[in-house]
């Protein structure tokens, strides 16, 4: 059986009612086996952070009327692009940057390039120079998939005491 699966494009100041909640619907059936670290149980937390940035854009995945993943992320301030404390060394000419906040895809639709084509749909327009993203550290097969979609690994942080250490994810968006 082959599924269709429709992409909706939200941005900050048009975003439906319910839409935080629908985001942390999907986090926590992706995250089910999770849910009792302090970290993962602060996710609502970051979506009203990204939500409410300037610039946020977020693509969420349907299949008919069930949300079955989501991308979302914002640009960042000019200067102050946490990432460039990593061994990327972005010339002078290209400085600005789109932050890939989550890539999620719920655990009934993966492995059927949904999380591929929200990526690519969420940076299609984006002006930026380069996108980065964190993958944790514990998950190099997710790495080496962000690895086929041309990030490199520019370092490694941990931004929260209690979050995962992860690999800083770079990647330029136009040559």
């Given at each position: 059986?082959?599924?269709?699966?429709?992409?909706?494009?939200?941005?900050?100041?048009?975003?439906?009612?319910?839409?935080?909640?629908?985001?942390?619907?999907?986090?926590?059936?992706?995250?089910?086996?999770?849910?009792?670290?302090?970290?993962?149980?602060?996710?609502?937390?970051?979506?009203?952070?990204?939500?409410?940035?300037?610039?946020?854009?977020?693509?969420?995945?349907?299949?008919?009327?069930?949300?079955?993943?989501?991308?979302?992320?914002?640009?960042?301030?000019?200067?102050?692009?946490?990432?460039?404390?990593?061994?990327?060394?972005?010339?002078?000419?290209?400085?600005?940057?789109?932050?890939?906040?989550?890539?999620?895809?719920?655990?009934?639709?993966?492995k059927q390039g949904i999380s591929d084509r929200l990526?690519?749909?969420?940076?299609?327009?984006?002006?930026?120079?380069?996108?980065?993203?964190?993958?944790?550290?514990?998950?190099?097969?997710?790495?080496?998939?962000?690895e086929s979609w041309g990030y490199d690994k520019a370092g490694e942080q941990q931004?929260?005491?209690?979050?995962?250490?992860?690999?800083?994810?770079?990647?330029?968006?136009?040559?």
């Amino acid at each position: 059986m082959t599924i269709v699966i429709d992409l909706q494009h939200y941005g900050h100041g048009s975003l439906p009612e319910g839409f935080k909640q629908m985001l942390i619907g999907v986090h926590a059936d992706a995250y089910a086996d999770a849910m009792d670290d302090e970290f993962h149980q602060r996710f609502p937390w970051f979506v009203d952070h990204w939500s409410e940035t300037n610039g946020f854009t977020c693509v969420v995945a349907f299949d008919g009327d069930e949300p079955t993943g989501f991308a979302y992320g914002a640009p960042q301030q000019p200067g102050r692009e946490w990432w460039r404390s990593t061994t990327f060394e972005p010339d002078d000419d290209h400085t600005t940057t789109y932050a890939v906040s989550e890539v999620m895809v719920r655990p009934q639709w993966r492995k059927q390039g949904i999380s591929d084509r929200l990526h690519e749909a969420l940076l299609r327009s984006r002006n930026e120079d380069f996108a980065v993203l964190l993958v944790d550290v514990t998950h190099p097969r997710v790495q080496e998939l962000y690895e086929s979609w041309g990030y490199d690994k520019a370092g490694e942080q941990q931004p929260f005491a209690d979050s995962p250490v992860y690999a800083v994810m770079v990647k330029r968006l136009h040559p």
